[in-house]
């Protein structure tokens, strides 16, 4: 039989699971002005449920060891290292060029709006991330006088990056 009481409950359990930063900011700001309450409450809660933290503990130490936690947390770690990564070697850039008194520079976004107007493809060889890992390149070398400046970049991967060296060649899109 339909439960309403159950029912409602349960929708608001699924509310709360896809609004938990509202849910939260109602929390810290009730919390603020009825600090004593809450602390009261708390108090009150722990007593009556002497075991609770210890429940607490064992539920999120079974949910680290879950095939659902490790798939999030190796999604995570993975896209955060390839962001690191990738901003790493933006900043080795950056810092060789300065070093070199090149003129210009460009953000980390400005190369991420440029991958995508590429459509994340290699100039040259006309391949794809990810099947290909894209690379910075100088239309015309450093070596050559060209600049730094964004409109002096292109998207290359490693094996085209490596191949091209100090040579200015013509790219997918029209020659320089
Ligand atoms: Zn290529």
């Not at 910075?136 to 490693?158: A, F, M, V, W």
């Amino acid at each position: 039989m339909f439960n309403k009481k159950e029912h409602t409950k349960q929708s608001l359990r699924e509310w709360r699971k896809h609004n938990r930063e509202r849910v939260r900011m109602h929390e810290r700001r009730f919390y603020q002005n009825n600090k004593e309450k809450v602390l009261d409450w708390n108090r009150e809660f722990r007593k009556n449920h002497p075991d609770y933290d210890k429940k607490l503990y064992l539920r999120r130490k079974k949910y680290r060891q879950s095939l659902e936690y490790k798939v999030k947390r190796a999604t995570y770690d993975q896209k955060w290292s390839r962001t690191h990564r990738e901003y790493r070697n933006y900043q080795d850039m950056i810092r060789r060029m300065r070093l070199r008194k090149v003129k210009g520079s460009f953000t980390l976004q400005d190369w991420q709006d440029l991958k995508r107007e590429y459509n994340y493809t290699c100039s040259l060889c006309g391949r794809k991330e990810p099947e290909i890992k894209l690379t910075i390149d100088h239309i015309i070398p450093i070596s050559k006088g060209g600049t730094n400046e964004i409109k002096n970049i292109q998207p290359l991967c490693i094996n085209c990056n490596s191949k091209k060296g100090g040579e200015v060649l013509t790219n997918l899109y029209g020659s320089l």
